[in-house]
Structures are given as C-alpha cells and as structure tokens.
C-alpha cells in the first residue's frame, strides 16, 4: 500500500495512524464476513436452506408428490421450491437442485439413480366402452384406439399365465405427457394404456374402469438427477438421501442406479 500499517517489536504491536484509519473502514466488512461465515456453517449442521426440485406434470396427480412434501415436515428449517416441468433443465442456468423426471436424461453427465419402475394398464371411462364396446382379448383392441406414449413403437403387455402379448402404434396422439394421455381417456377419445399409479385415483372414483385388467406392462422408469455431489448443498443431499431412503422405497439404495460421475 506505500505505507506503514503498524510497528512491531519483541515486546509490542501498534498501529499507525493509517494503520487505524484503514481497520476502521474495515471492521464493519470483516465482522460481516465472519457473520456470514459462521450462518453458513451452522446452515450445514441445522439444515437450513432453499431446495429448487423439477419435478414431471404427471407427478400433480400421483401420490409420489405427496413424499415431497412430506419432506418439509421431516426438515422444518428446509424450504423447498417446486417447479412443474417435463422439459429437461439448464441445471446451472435455472438453478435446479434436483430433478426427478422420467425416462433418461439427454445429459449424461448428471449423476442419475432410478427411483422406481412404473407399471402400465389399460383403462377407459364407462361411458366410452357402453358406446364402442368393452374388448376382452387383445385382438379386439384392434376396434378401439390405444392411447400410449409415443416413446416407443409398440407395447407389448404381459398376462402371467399366457405369451406376451403386442399392442398397435397409434398415431392419432402422440405425446410423452402422462397427464395429456390421462386427459385424454377421460375425454372419451379412447382405451389409454396408462401408470397404475397416475389411474388409481380415477378408478377409485369411478371416473375410469380397468380394461383387460390381467393384462400390464413396464411403463419407462422414474429417475432422480443431479450435478455432482460436490454440487449439493447440505440441504440437497438431506433431501436426497431421504427421497431414495425412505420416500421412493420400491428400490433399495444399493439398487438405485448411478452414474461413473457420482462420486460418493
């Protein structure tokens, strides 16, 4: 700086006159510091902090989400903030912590474990069926239109005590959007092969019926991603630890899927 800040010898330390004046512009700025230091640490070992998780649209309507807020109870100095989207995030742009979608991610550089498979059934509303009829073999699907997503060719379903049993590409709506599919079974436009789990409040309502209901199928699999460990905060790895402990537990942790860039 061109200047004595302080004089020292064996037997003292003293400041000089600039010495004085540049920590008393300072001080304020230091005792700030090691105010914001000292929060942070303790946000760590409290677990308080602001989670930002994306979650898919088909997750507003399905007891999974329920898990997520249960979260809030578990940790109550966590904030979590939701975002309903089934596009695939700019992680660092938008900030997302976390994201459960479906199928794999684009990104392969995300660290990414499997939550859970889904399970696929066929189901229509009643008034449909009355009109078109209620099929009750496979090869009368052939009469109706099978609603599905549009990220494969051909379905094959499966009934335990008979061969697999393939279901026709339709065309007539193509969408990945389990909601869009739902919507559109209940708007009478079909028989739409649907998650169990995205249908069982409808059924249970009477709103829609299940359709050769010894038959299902493997629907594509849910998956939680993230950056990097080293990219979550202790709020966010609290949150994920939980979700593949204890909130998602058809699969085990061991079992849950990771790539070569986890490093825990």
Do not use: W
């Amino acid at each position: 700086m061109g200047t004595t800040l302080f004089f020292r010898s064996t037997k003292a330390l003293r400041c000089t006159c600039d010495g004085e004046s540049l920590y008393a512009l300072c001080k304020d700025s230091i005792d700030q510091l090691n105010i914001a230091l000292t929060s942070i640490k303790q946000e760590r070992v409290e677990l308080i902090g602001k989670v930002r998780i994306q979650l898919p649209s088909s997750f507003v309507d399905c007891s999974e989400s329920h898990s997520i807020l249960d979260l809030l109870g578990i940790y109550p100095g966590i904030r979590v903030e939701l975002l309903i989207n089934d596009q695939e995030p700019d992680f660092i742009v938008e900030g997302i912590d976390l994201l459960i979608h479906v199928g794999e991610l684009k990104n392969t550089a995300c660290v990414t474990k499997k939550l859970f498979d889904t399970e696929l059934g066929l189901f229509a509303t009643a008034k449909y069926l009355a009109l078109k009829g209620q099929p009750d073999t496979v090869d009368a699907l052939v009469a109706h239109e099978v609603l599905h997503d549009d990220s494969r060719r051909e379905y094959v379903l499966h009934n335990q005590n008979g061969p697999p049993l393939p279901v026709r590409h339709q065309e007539r709506l193509l969408t990945r959007s389990s909601l869009m599919l739902m919507q559109a079974t209940l708007n009478g436009m079909g028989i739409g092969l649907l998650p169990l789990k995205l249908a069982r409040r409808h059924l249970d309502s009477g709103a829609l019926v299940r359709v050769l209901p010894q038959l299902s199928t493997a629907g594509r699999s849910v998956y939680i991603s993230y950056l990097s460990s080293r990219s979550l905060s202790a709020c966010a790895r609290a949150v994920l630890d939980k979700t593949l402990a204890l909130a998602y537990v058809p699969l085990p942790r061991e079992a849950a899927q990771t790539t070569p860039a986890d490093n825990d």
